[in-house]
């Protein structure tokens, strides 16, 4: 019989191999640093980049970003404009990456590799000037799921213990989602591996692979406050609504912007294009829901300009 699934991580896994990171010129106010290694032995997805404000008074909050490639053969270059742009509203940005689904590499490796790059932001504050007091997660498209795993990981007790491991050393105050994928029963071809992994963990580690399944992750309560951006020709929009009830249900807090389609309103347009006039605005009510004091600072440093 055709496994469809293990054909489509088969071919995924042949694209590890990517081509280096393109040099993305800073904005005037920003500055970066590109291919960190988080961990020694320097694999493929153990690389990060960093962005910060240099008009910023440090320590700064910071911002986890995970790209819409998140699982796959994520392309941190895909999410320079958007860390750029939360950079510059004061932010210390981590573009993070992490190994792909492949033959070798689960889901479990994944998140071992997110944990990883934790402690390294933990070891490198002072160096970069985070405040991981103020430590929020944002994913795009794909990137949505590992954001909220990773939030889960930080805030709740359920996946660790499942896992066997520490909890980590601090939590996350807010989630930002763009155009999120967060649906594991969704038919979509690249779920399906991600939802084909999750029944393989299942088949050792139950309460682990329940855990994965945000609709069975009973400690959904214990996640910070959720702001999502979608638009009605948004392919991911029924996952953001679908979300949304979930949170509603266990009483998170949480806000989402839809917009009404439009042409310029391609899937994915904040972190694509966050020039765009609605990316503006959307990131701007996205940063106020998940911490005001910075936010309104930002917002009458521009009205004073």
């Not at 689904?101 to 985070?130: Q, T, Y």
């Not at 910070?224 to 009483?251: E, F, G, W």
Request: glycine share 6%; aromatic share 8%.
């Amino acid at each position: 019989m055709f496994d469809i699934t293990a054909e489509i991580a088969r071919i995924y896994a042949g694209m590890v191999n990517r081509p280096p990171k393109k040099v993305m010129k800073d904005l005037p106010s920003v500055r970066s640093e590109s291919n960190i290694p988080y961990l020694e032995d320097r694999q493929k997805g153990h690389f990060i980049d960093v962005f910060w404000s240099v008009e910023s008074m440090k320590p700064m909050p910071t911002i986890v970003f995970f790209n819409g490639g998140s699982f796959f053969h994520g392309n941190r270059s895909s999410s320079d404009s958007i860390c750029q742009a939360l950079a510059q509203r004061g932010f210390a940005v981590i573009n993070a990456d992490f190994r792909d689904i492949s033959g070798d590499i689960g889901i479990v490796d994944e998140l071992k590799d997110v944990l990883a790059m934790l402690n390294w932001m933990n070891f490198n504050r002072g160096r970069f000037g985070f405040d991981l007091d103020r430590c929020y997660a944002m994913g795009t498209s794909y990137g949505a799921l590992m954001a909220t795993w990773f939030s889960l990981l930080c805030n709740s007790r359920r996946i660790n213990n499942a896992m066997g491991i520490k909890a980590p050393w601090t939590t996350i105050k807010g989630i930002g989602l763009i155009s999120g994928m967060t649906d594991t029963n969704r038919n979509a071809a690249r779920m399906m591996i991600v939802r084909d992994a999750i029944e393989k963990i299942g088949r050792t580690n139950k309460e682990l692979a329940d855990s994965l399944v945000l609709e069975s992750n009973h400690e959904l309560r214990f996640l910070p406050r959720v702001y999502q951006i979608t638009s009605d020709s948004d392919r991911a929009k029924p996952d953001v609504m679908k979300l949304h009830r979930l949170l509603d249900t266990n009483k998170v807090e949480n806000d989402v912007m839809v917009f009404e389609e439009k042409e310029s309103l391609t899937r994915g347009f904040v972190s694509k294009n966050p020039a765009l006039p609605e990316s503006v605005r959307s990131i701007s009510a996205m940063l106020r829901f998940l911490d005001r004091h910075v936010s309104d600072a930002v917002d009458d440093r521009e009205e004073t300009s």
